[in-house]
T-cell receptor
Framework: NAGVMQNPRHLVRRRGQEARLRCSPM?????VYWYRQLPEEGLKFMVY????????ESGMPKERFSAEFPKEGPSILRIQQVVRGDSAAYFC????????????????FGPGTRLTVL | AQTVTQSQPEMSVQEAETVTLSCTYD???????LFWYKQPPSRQMILVIR??????QNATENRFSVNFQKAAKSFSLKISDSQLGDAAMYFC?????????FGTGTRLQVFP
């Protein structure tokens, strides 16, 4: 029973390049969440997606960052024109049930992608 | 806005002893969920325990238990019979909708 898969585990980019981070949720899960962890800090919510829909992107920076979760395939977090401040660990989590105002299912995390911007 | 505070940046415990990690939170909601996640050096986030606010009974998972004080908005984690493998960062988290709100973490060291 595979858990949440993320790849690559480590990604190095030069300033101005694009970074693509992939996340495959647990089998049967259709709710995906992305979080960012800066060095020596806790995780910060970025975006919540269901298949083909962005539900909550209140934590996403307004520029250069985008996320998608297509009908087929993994969820993608895309960072355009990366800067040194984007260096962080990016975690994906998935849940079986949706997070709503009346219920919150447990989110299971992947191993993270560590992005280093040179 | 909801916030989660972990006031102990670092804690240490002797193997086989008991340690308690503190967490407080702020919310105006009455229904919500609280979690403790463990992050070992591998950086994998591992769910340790979950508590539903409407349940008065404290959650327990083997050597891990919580002391949930809803009125005080306190949610501490007790680790009994500590083991070397318990050494990690521990994050307290709050959720009442789709996002988890994390504290800044407590680094737990376990000494033999």
């Amino acid at each position: 029973n595979a858990g949440v898969m993320q790849n690559p585990r480590h990604l190095v980019r030069r300033r101005g390049q694009e970074a693509r981070l992939r996340c495959s949720p647990m089998k049967g899960h259709s709710h995906v969440y992305w979080y960012r962890q800066l060095p020596e800090e806790g995780l910060k919510f970025m975006v919540y997606l269901q298949k083909e829909n962005i539900i909550d992107e209140s934590g996403m920076p307004k520029e250069r960052f985008s996320a998608e979760f297509p009908k087929e395939g993994p969820s993608i977090l895309r960072i355009q024109q990366v800067v040194r401040g984007d260096s962080a660990a990016y975690f994906c989590a998935s849940s079986l049930l949706p997070g709503t105002a009346t219920s919150t299912d447990t989110q299971y995390f992947g191993p993270g992608t560590r992005l280093t911007v040179l | 806005a909801q916030t989660v505070t972990q006031s102990q940046p670092e804690m240490s415990v002797q193997e086989a002893e008991t340690v308690t990690l503190s967490c407080t939170y702020d919310t105006s909601e009455s229904d919500y969920y609280l979690f403790w996640y463990k992050q070992p050096p591998s950086r994998q986030m591992i769910l340790v325990i979950r508590q539903e606010a409407y349940k008065q009974q404290n959650a327990t998972e083997n050597r891990f238990s919580v002391n949930f004080q809803k009125a005080a908005k306190s949610f501490s984690l007790k680790i009994s019979d500590s083991q070397l493998g318990d050494a990690a960062m521990y994050f307290c988290a709050y959720a009442n909708t789709d996002k988890l709100i994390f504290g800044t973490g407590t680094r737990l060291q376990v000494f033999p």
